[in-house]
Every structure is written in structure tokens, then in C-alpha cells.
């Protein structure tokens, strides 16, 4: 079992920069393909970024793709989203999840446990 909490969720305006946080416990973080997800009111979730394990490499959504980064720290046992030059279209629950597989999945099935979200809303 793998327990993910998240923090840093906040109202932000359009333009500004914002970082989420999601701790991990009960199992070696870096054995872990890590993830993050988004969902929008009335809106399936959608894939945001993932980060390969051990660190090796990233993948973006091209909506966030040169103002977004995703990052880990095995020591911590701590994942983290940078966002930068936020848009309204980011406001969403935003999630992180963990995944046993290789390589950069990036449809929710393939991804195992949950945070249980936090909700960024950008004002414009």
C-alpha cells in the first residue's frame, strides 16, 4: 500500500506560479513511476505530467509543456508540480498518483494508488 498526500492547492492569479506537493509513505518512493493529473467541473481528468522512475526523464501534456515541471525527490519521498504562468484554463483538482509500470504512462487506469487532490483555481 502506498499513501499519497498532497499539499499546496491555492487561488492564484493568471500569470503566477504556484507549486504542488505530494508526500508519499508505506512503500519505496523510487520504485515508483510517478504522476500527475488533472480534472476540470465537467471535465474527464486529464494527464498532466510524469516522471519516470529513478528520475529518468519527464513527459508534459502539450497544454503545460514549457511552463509546467515535474520533479521527485526519492530522499523525501516527495513529488512536486511547478507551475508557472498559470492560465484560468489550469483551474482544476489537481492529483498525483503512482504507478507500478515503466516508462511514462499516462492514462489514470494505468496508475494505481491516489492523492486525494487539491484544487487550484487561476483567476483572470
Known amino acids: 500500500q502506498v499513501q499519497l498526500v498532497q499539499s499546496g492547492g491555492a487561488l492564484v492569479q493568471a500569470g503566477g506560479s504556484l507549486r504542488l506537493s505530494c508526500a508519499a509513505s508505506g512503500r519505496t518512493f523510487s520504485d515508483y513511476t510517478m504522476g500527475w493529473f488533472r480534472q476540470a467541473p465537467g471535465k474527464e481528468r486529464e494527464f498532466v505530467a510524469v516522471?519516470?522512475?529513478?528520475?529518468?526523464?519527464?513527459d508534459y501534456a502539450d497544454s503545460v509543456k514549457g511552463r509546467f515541471t515535474a520533479s521527485r525527490d526519492n530522499a523525501k519521498n516527495t513529488m512536486y508540480l511547478q507551475m508557472n504562468s498559470v492560465r484560468p484554463e489550469d483551474t482544476a483538482v489537481y492529483y498525483c498518483?503512482?504507478?507500478?509500470?515503466?516508462?511514462?504512462?499516462?492514462?489514470?487506469?494505468?496508475?494505481?494508488?491516489w492523492g486525494q487532490g487539491t484544487q487550484v483555481t487561476v483567476s483572470s
Open positions: 516522471i519516470r522512475r529513478s528520475g529518468f526523464g519527464t
Open positions: 498518483a503512482v504507478s507500478n509500470r515503466w516508462g511514462a504512462p499516462k492514462l489514470g487506469s494505468d496508475y494505481e494508488y
